[in-house]
């Protein structure tokens, strides 16, 4: 039933620990597709290891291009009816894929569904609840009315490892942003806003690490500061563009995530150094 991704690049030191969490699941209909996309640290053989060991463990090679070329690969590469990605330096929880089997019994197959995390690591000052979300726990809505309800200032939705998605999701959103970061706020309300049936659940299935150096979010120079504000800049710009292209969008829909995802540039933007603010101030439309 369930096709779990993992995109690795590079992660020897911690995705032994992401795998063995996938692999102590209590539910067994599940196959795991790990994407190498070029490591040279050694990642590579220990993928291999487990794909050798475990016929449900599927390896694959290539190039590096970056995690959203994994991504879509493994899209492309897995045969379940749903779709959960895994970053390579988290873990997900035991009971994570029979959770999601009786939420799928339950409530006849919705197209996405988002479950809880938890914060490893996370900064004391920052809201550990911040991509959680504990309303409407149970109840099946369409897209749109779930979008509007996780719109909520300081709370977040737009990463890939928060829910589970069913793989015909995919097949309405045409993989053509090409970011090394932020792809999933690019695309993540467009496929939540595509969907007919979206439901939340209370289980904390995810443990997401935060604050990893090797991570390309947290890599501290100002070249990479600027490179991922671009980023997000044409991330908003996708999606801005993209969701008033969904059929089933009102003109109100549209001017509610005009103005949703202004305010989360608008806070990228104030997020920046003084030095990439002037730099950027024309290049961002606020």
């Not at 029979?98 to 004391?124: C, F, M, T, W």
Request: charged share 25%; hydrophobic share 40%; proline share 2%.
């Amino acid at each position: 039933m369930f096709s779990i991704i993992v995109p690795c690049y590079n992660c020897k030191d911690f995705v032994r620990d992401c795998i063995e969490s996938i692999i102590k699941q209590n539910y067994y209909d599940f196959e795991v597709i790990l994407i190498d996309d070029g490591s040279t640290d050694g990642t590579s053989q220990i993928l291999d290891e487990y794909a050798f060991i475990y016929s449900f463990i599927y390896t694959y090679h290539f190039v590096n291009e970056g995690v959203s070329y994994s991504r879509r690969r493994g899209i492309t590469l897995a045969t379940g009816d749903y779709l959960i990605f895994v970053d390579s330096d988290d873990t997900i929880n035991p009971n994570l894929l029979y959770e999601l089997s009786l939420a799928i019994k339950q409530h006849a197959s919705p197209d996405i569904i988002r479950y809880q995390s938890n914060l490893v690591g996370d900064a004391k000052h920052k809201d550990h609840q911040r991509y959680n979300f504990y309303d409407s726990l149970g109840v099946t809505l369409t897209g749109l009315e779930a979008l509007k309800q996780w719109s909520t200032s300081g709370k977040k939705y737009a990463v890939y490892w928060l829910f589970a998605f069913k793989k015909n999701v995919f097949s309405t959103v045409l993989f053509s942003v090409d970011l090394r970061c932020y792809e999933d706020v690019a695309l993540i309300p467009i496929l939540i806003a595509a969907s007919n049936k979206v439901l939340a659940i209370e289980y904390v299935g995810y443990n997401y690490t935060c604050n990893n150096m090797n991570s390309l979010t947290n890599t501290r120079s100002l070249a990479a500061e600027r490179a991922r504000a671009l980023d997000f800049l044409n991330a908003y710009k996708y999606a801005v563009e993209n969701f008033s292209k969904l059929d089933n969008v009102s003109s109100l829909d549209i001017a509610f995530f005009y103005q949703d995802y202004t305010r989360r540039l608008r806070g990228k933007y104030d997020s920046l150094p003084d030095e990439l603010k002037e730099e950027l101030a024309n290049e961002f439309p606020l």
